[in-house]
């Protein structure tokens, strides 16, 4: 598996075991120790899989 395979992984899991989790781009940044472009990616492609949902800024889950 890819590395941003297991970061997708990593951040997908964490939003399974925090149902309620909502985070703007930054808080993620900073809870997962990821630098802009690659939170951004691994988010969108979450929202591109129909696993998160984006309103106002604010990632959360579907």
Known sequence: M???HLLINRVRSEFIEMPGLRLRVDQ????WNLDRASCESILHSLVEAKFLGRVDGVYGRL
Do not use: F, I, N
């Open 2 to 4: 890819s590395p941003s």
């Open 28 to 31: 993620a940044q900073r809870l």
